[in-house]
């Protein structure tokens, strides 16, 4: 074709042509990639759950077994415990060992041992390694007295050349950021940061806990494997056993361990609360009043006491290795022993939900 001038015009047609393969490269990239990415996720979760949920299993038939300081991490199904009493590392072994899910066992022995706490209500214990005899009963009476209202026992292994890795009011302080909701909460202090397992009432409760943790610990890095689940359940039973004892108190006839009448049937329908709550364990704490002269015999009466009602209970059907009896003597009064009320308000039993 030519214009007017007669000079031939060449026209080309340019097309632009979006190529299939290059549509299709990123959606072929994601049929293949999302599935794997997905599977990953889903087995990163997976032995997350596995591992919380061997943790608390783990941690549940320590406490069963009396070894309340212990402290149990997962990776995978391998178990590393800390915090075991001297001489007590076989017994963990032997209660993981039976434990479902567990593949190995690692009980820590020797060396510097992380400081651990172990929380029930206003039950502490303290464990870990830690110097000499004495300076262990400095270290737990000064955390006692920073915690008026707890009771608190010291558990240390005794290792040469160990120090404690916080002082007194500092441990006071993690021991309060755990809390005294129902339920039992362990806490081990480790160079890496706090690691922290147990119940807790509410999804609340366990951020709150947390939270604490991390400000009582200076910011320090808190592994939580926290149970909501079974926290709730304790709480509810705890709750349900208050209201009992409000509305029918557990009595003895005086100066001695017998139940009376009245005694006898709030001791049946606690048993009735247990019963509805199968697994949970409890402590029977048997409380007196604080009258001059005979401090070693109250705690005496306190702990017949406390037998006496754990021997109504299992005789009314409920397990026994779900119970402690624990004899408190006078040494926690809820009002003044100058009058005869104060005096009938501090002769009691509480029970408080492990």
Do not use: C
């Amino acid at each position: 074709m030519s214009d007017p001038s007669g000079d031939a015009i060449d026209r080309r047609t340019t097309t632009t042509t979006t190529g299939h393969g290059t549509v299709w490269l990123p959606l072929l990239l994601a049929v293949l990639l999302v599935p794997l990415l997905v599977g990953g996720a889903a087995t990163y979760l997976d032995r997350v759950s596995i591992e919380d949920a061997l943790t608390d299993k783990a941690t549940q038939a320590l406490h069963a077994a009396g070894l309340d300081t212990a402290v149990v991490a997962f990776e995978g199904r391998d178990a590393t415990v800390t915090g075991v009493p001297s001489g007590q590392e076989s017994a963990a072994q032997d209660v993981l060992d039976n434990v479902d899910g567990v593949r190995v066992v690692d009980v820590a022995t020797g060396g510097q041992q992380p400081l651990t706490i172990a929380v029930a209500g206003r039950k502490v214990t303290l464990g870990g390694s830690a110097p000499g005899g004495e300076a262990q009963r400095q270290f737990t009476d000064a955390v006692a007295a920073a915690l008026p209202g707890n009771t608190v026992t010291g558990t240390f292994q005794e290792t040469q050349g160990a120090t404690f890795p916080a002082d007194a009011q500092h441990v006071a302080q993690l021991v309060q950021a755990l809390g005294n909701s129902a339920g039992h909460r362990s806490l081990a202090v480790t160079e890496s940061g706090l690691s922290v397992s147990g119940d807790v009432p509410s999804a609340s409760e366990q951020k709150n806990i947390e939270d604490r943790l991390r400000t009582a610990g200076g910011g320090a890095q808190v592994r939580s494997t926290l149970s909501v689940e079974k926290g709730a359940a304790k709480q509810n039973l705890q709750d349900r056993l208050r209201e009992k004892l409000a509305a029918q108190p557990v009595t003895f006839e005086p100066d001695a361990a017998q139940l009376t009448p009245e005694g006898e049937q709030a001791v049946r329908t606690i048993a009735e609360a247990l019963q509805a709550a199968p697994g949970i364990r409890v402590e029977v704490a048997g409380h007196v009043a604080d009258l001059p002269g005979d401090a070693e015999g109250a705690m005496q009466l306190s702990q017949q006491r406390a037998a006496a009602v754990v021997d109504q209970l299992v005789a009314a059907g409920i397990a026994r290795d779900r119970l402690v009896a624990q004899g408190y003597g006078g040494t926690k009064p809820v009002a003044g022993n100058d009058t005869p009320e104060g005096q009938a308000a501090n002769r009691r039993v509480e029970i408080a939900v492990l």
